[in-house]
């Protein structure tokens, strides 16, 4: 027969798996940072689009499985790579320029134990030249980042990307720091980057007029 005791041990349900994925290209100067504050999870997925500097050797040290994918697709496909790599119950996808605040850490662990969502919304706390941005539009920032893995994928988005859940979507209370931009010329770089990348793609789904042009201006100044 079965002791009492085994019969308790047998019934405990393990606790849920955590991988947290991250795509990278040239992210030595942010990601030692991220990687640290990721302790907590199981284990660590980075994507790899050709890095020039350290960033491959940062996240081989911390321990991280890196895979190298090269042929650049777009931010919601190369995060897609990411999510299909990994192992976990759970995943949290992150940036390298962001972090996970101990209390925020704390908070996805019991978010994830619990089962009642199937997905989890976290807001970012965005960063930009040192200082925090409480107004304008850029807080709060809310965006799904914690998913089951079986519940969830990317949407196929060249830049903008977003993670699409079946199920129910919570939200977490604390804040995600985001490293946004540390001086001028590197927020002109980025801006132009995500411009070309997304007139390539708003071409490719909406047709053009003046029109149209003219609304969108109009709505973009007033917001």
Known sequence: STSPERAMTSSIT???????????KNEARDLPA??????????IVVVDSGSTDATVAIAEAHGCRVLIRTDWIGFGAQKQRALDAATGDWVLSIDADETIPPALAAEIRAAIETGANAGYRINRL???????????????DYHVRVVRRDLARFTPDIVHESLVVEGKVGDLRHDMPHQTYRDIDELLDKQRRYAISGGEQRRSRHKGGVFRAARRATRTFLK
Do not use: M, Q, V
């Not at 393990?14 to 990278?24: D, K, M, V, Y």
């Not at 200082?131 to 304008?136: A, F, I, V, Y």
């Open 14 to 24: 393990p606790p849920a798996r955590l991988s947290a994925t991250i795509i990278t």
């Open 34 to 43: 991220c990687l640290a504050s990721l302790a907590f999870c199981d284990e």
């Open 126 to 140: 965005n960063i930009f030249l040192g200082k925090p941005l409480r107004h304008g539009g850029w807080y709060p």
